[in-house]
Every structure is written in C-alpha cells, then in structure tokens.
T-cell receptor
C-alpha cells in the first residue's frame, strides 16, 4: 500500500544546511511534495517535484528525487531560525489524494 | 492572495456533543478536501468533493461523521456524537482541478480547526 516514511527529528546549527530525507513506496506517484507546518498553523506548500525530474532548486531549497530508490530529500541552505517547523514529505498520483509522512521536526541550534 | 478560510479556529466540546466545522475554498476551486491531523501525525484524507459530489469518503467514519457541499462552494464537516479520540486538527484544502502536463495545480490548505474533546 501507499506509505511515506521520514525521520521524526533533525537538529541543525543556524547557518548550516539542513537535509531532510523521505522514502515512499508507491511507484505510481507522479508528484512529490514538501510542506511546512509551523505551530498551530495549516500546511504551507514549500515545493514539489514531478516524478520525471531528479532535481529542483528554488532559492534556498533544493529537492532531489531518486525514483529508482523511491527517495526524496529537501536541502535548506543557510538554515535560519524561521525555518524551525515540521516538514512533511508527501506524494500523490496526478495531484489527487495526497499521502503524507508523519513529519520531521526541524530544530535550529544557535 | 486568495486563501482557504476555516472556522472556528479552535473548538472545545464535551464527548457526546455535536460539532461542526466550516470551510470556504479559494474562489473557483472545484475540488475540496477535508483532512484530519492527529497530534504527531501527518494529515489523513477524510473526504474529497468534486463540486457538490463526494468522490472519496472511504476513510470517513460514517457512523458519526458527515460532510456536505450543497452548492459546490463552501463545505461543512459535522461530528455527532464527538468522542475523545476525535481530538485533532481538521484541515480543509481546495484545488482548481486543471491538469496540465508538467504543472501541478496543487492543493492549498486552510489554517485548520483544532478540536479538543473533553
């Protein structure tokens, strides 16, 4: 069945790069997403990648997709205190029902 | 910038009471979703509407949950009676529903309603 796995916690020093990893099981996935959720707030779409791409860069964010291994990563360059949040990896088939992971809580160390 | 609106933002109720949540999607968005997010988990789809029709309610506990989108615009999610295990964040999302090659008209999420059942 569909499943998305990601580590639950990550601590990074301010100014360093953060790398959040995710694996998924559904080889039919067409879109893979990264969402950000701050405390008490809804979900903010950070970026997404279409399954026929292997990399996407958007300012400080870099998404890498290894379709063979069903592995997705999000790299945040120059991590800031405002990046502290829970990051959800998610996948869908043609942007329909989205399956989310449990989220990775990113903690920024001073 | 257009946003998905939800109300109330917070709701505290006692078990066995009825509660209702409201969602107003982004104007023109044909598809509307209700998700439930339990603390420490990712959101899980409860129900999906295409205009006024339900297209997926396989994960909706139909003995106590109901959802409607009568005019294909705003939507209401109801729980009756509420149980302790229903405490969660209830998120609404909407999508325009136009699939173009290589373009994701993805889902936009509202701020959610946090439900606490005592």
């Amino acid at each position: 069945g569909e499943d998305v796995e990601q580590s639950l916690f990550l601590s990074v020093r301010e100014g360093d790069s953060s790398v959040i990893n995710c694996t998924y099981t559904d080889s039919s996935s067409t879109y893979l997403y990264w969402y950000k959720q701050e405390p008490g707030a809804g979900l903010q779409l950070l970026t997404y990648i279409f399954s026929n791409m292997d990399m996407k860069q958007d300012q400080r964010l870099t998404v890498l997709l290894n379709k063979k291994d069903k592995h997705l990563s999000l790299r945040i360059a120059d991590t800031q205190t405002g990046d502290s949040a829970i990051y959800f990896c998610a996948e869908s088939i043609w942007d329909d029902k989205i399956i989310f992971g449990k989220g990775t809580r990113l903690h920024i160390l001073p | 910038e257009a946003e998905v609106a939800q109300s109330p933002r917070y709701k505290i109720t006692e078990k066995s009471q009825a509660v209702a949540f409201w969602c107003d999607p982004i104007s023109g968005h044909a598809t509307l979703y209700w998700y439930r997010q339990i603390l420490g988990q990712g959101p899980e789809l409860l129900v999906q509407f295409q205009d006024e029709s339900v297209v997926d309610d396989s994960q909706l506990p139909k003995d106590r949950f109901s959802a409607e989108r009568l005019k294909g615009v705003d939507s209401t999610l109801k729980i009756q009676p509420a149980e302790l295990g229903d405490s969660a964040m209830y998120l609404c999302a909407s999508r325009y529903n136009m699939r173009l090659a290589g373009v994701s008209d993805t889902q936009y999420f509202g701020p959610g309603t946090r439900l606490t059942v005592l």
